[in-house]
């Protein structure tokens, strides 16, 4: 009977071993650096927790201001030259004391030799405030002249660039929209010859061998110049390939069905170019039927070619191709915009730090972004280095990197307005919570600091979003603000973001208007 149970025990013995071992590592605490640290644990399989809830994250929001209105339509009358002021006092006894991000100590500054800024905090809450000094805003008020102008000709041109949280025209579409709806101008600006991602400015086509070299993120080690352009990218047929195969390399555009209505109006068409080895005729149709055809010199360097499309002035746009015969320019970036208003570009650098600029061709850069009436800078950057950055000396590394790109812009735009548009909130699971990765403020502030020391523009998008814990919130909001990356925002919390700057430089301008409304700025080519 005995020796009928002993291998029954044996068995019971051998199971809870391996299921008190499975227990055991399942459960094991985390860390970094062993072969087991992608395995997964009993906490990975639980539903995270946000630290901040939906409910609290949507009353900050409504703390900021009125419900966000929409301009859509191009006919819209929307009066956004002045938004209803919202008390100071009001707006912050709206928001819960959730946040524990550092403060840098700095505070706007209120009164400036350009206008007077004292009215700011009945106009905008705190966190919606730019941050800067006396020459950074006075450099704001140089932008705010230009667009004071009459007929604003030739047009205005606004530079968004940014990381991938601005990819597929999020953020800069609604800002353009909103401004042009003001200022005037219509058309999306710069597009990417060959864009990585679909852009809701305008739907995009081609047929050859098309190629796209990007002097950010993984570099293609085959090209050996800086000729990258203000797009710090640039598209080429295979020579070789496209020869041999005799095929036409093509570019087609259309207009999106969902993207804002102004982006479908425009008269000039502008091409940013690299080198151009032999001459080149570029065959261009619009709607099926107009045609041109355009002669491209060869160039040592960099060509802005302009031309002026009458045929739209009196029929809608439907289509627009490109045909390259031979030679095959380096294209950096086809513009399509009036001659006249305000024209803001997305220039989303997927994967980048924004520490690209001082690498691309200088003489080349200098000149394409001296081809437009370049008024204002935005950079929408930091997110990229959060998961890498893991103290202070390393996160100002960063923004001394940062410094460099910014005062490389400053020598070849005197005297034009810089706004760094920081990080956002970013999580990341420890345990069953999403908290907000721990080195973040560290770059924030670092990166503030360097800003402000350096004549340039702040806005906080971390504050803006509620700091600390808050893009979890965004993740659970109804309907979500963000995405499940826990990284980036959805199109409605672009939007959402987009709008909330949109009023910070609302605000701004409304005070420049109170004492400097007779002031412009005369284009001088």
């Keep these: ?50 630290t901040m809830s939906p409910i609290e994250a949507r009353m900050i929001l409504e703390g900021y201001s009125a419900p ?109 929209n909103a401004w042009q709806s003001i200022w005037g101008g219509s058309g999306p600006g710069f597009l990417s010859p060959l864009s990585p991602v679909p852009s809701m400015a305008m739907r995009q086509s081609w047929s050859g061998d098309w190629r796209r070299y990007a002097r950010f993120g993984k570099r293609d080690t085959t090209i050996q110049h800086d000729r990258f352009g203000l797009m710090a990218a640039f598209a080429q047929p295979d020579n070789v390939r496209s020869d041999s195969m005799k095929t036409a390399a093509t570019l087609r555009f259309e207009p999106h069905p969902r993207g804002y209505k102004r982006n479908r109006t425009f008269n000039q068409l502008h091409l940013a170019l690299g080198k151009v080895i032999e001459p080149t005729t570029m065959q261009l149709t619009i709607n099926e039927s107009e045609t041109i055809s355009v002669l491209i010199n060869p160039d040592t360097l960099a060509q802005h070619l302009s031309l002026r499309l009458d045929a739209l002035d009196s029929m809608a746009f439907e289509s627009l191709e490109l045909q390259f015969d031979k030679g095959y320019p380096e294209i950096n970036g086809i513009g399509m915009w009036a001659d006249s208003g305000i024209v803001v570009h997305n220039l989303a650098m997927r994967g980048s730090s924004g520490t690209v600029f001082r ?9 394409q972004l001296g081809a437009i009436r370049t008024e204002l800078i935005m950079l929408q950057y930091g997110g990229n280095v959060v998961p890498y950055i893991t103290n202070t000396e390393a996160a100002q590394r960063y923004a001394d990197w940062f410094t460099s790109q910014i005062r490389l812009f400053q020598s070849l735009l005197p005297q034009k307005p810089i706004i760094v548009i920081g990080p956002s909130d970013m999580a990341q699971k420890a345990g069953v919570l999403m908290e907000t990765y721990p080195q973040l403020t560290l770059i924030r502030d670092a990166l503030k600091e360097a800003v402000f020391a350096n004549n340039a523009l702040y806005w906080d998008v971390f504050e803006v979003m509620g700091g600390e814990g808050s893009m979890a919130a965004w993740v659970k909001s109804d309907p979500p603000l963000a995405s499940s990356d826990h990284i980036h925002f959805t199109p409605a919390g672009a939007k959402q973001i987009a709008e909330l700057f949109r009023q910070s430089i609302q605000a701004e301008w409304t005070l420049w208007q109170n004492t400097q409304a007779e002031r412009t700025l005369v284009h001088e080519p």
């Design 68 to 176: 966000m209105r929409e301009i859509d339509p191009v006919d819209s009358t929307a009066d956004l030259l002045s938004p209803p002021p919202i008390p100071a006092t009001v707006a912050s006894s709206q928001r819960p004391e959730l946040s524990t991000a550092y403060s840098t100590g700095m505070e706007p500054e209120k009164r400036v030799s350009e206008y007077d800024r004292g009215a700011i905090d009945t106009f905008l809450h705190k966190d919606l405030q730019l941050v800067g000094n006396s020459q950074a805003f006075d450099a704001l008020g140089n932008f705010f002249a230009a667009l004071n102008a009459a007929t604003r000709k030739p047009a205005i041109h606004v530079l968004h660039y940014g990381d991938s949280q601005i990819e597929g025209d999020r953020i800069t579409g609604h800002l353009r």
């Design 1 to 50: 009977m005995s020796n009928s149970l002993h291998p029954v025990r044996k068995t019971i013995i051998f199971f809870v071993a391996v299921w008190m071992g499975i227990f055991a590592f399942m459960a094991r605490p985390h860390s970094h650096g062993n072969i087991f640290s992608d395995w997964p644990r009993w906490t990975e399989s639980v539903q995270p927790v946000a």
């Design 359 to 367: 690498q691309l061709d200088r003489k080349q850069f200098s000149r």
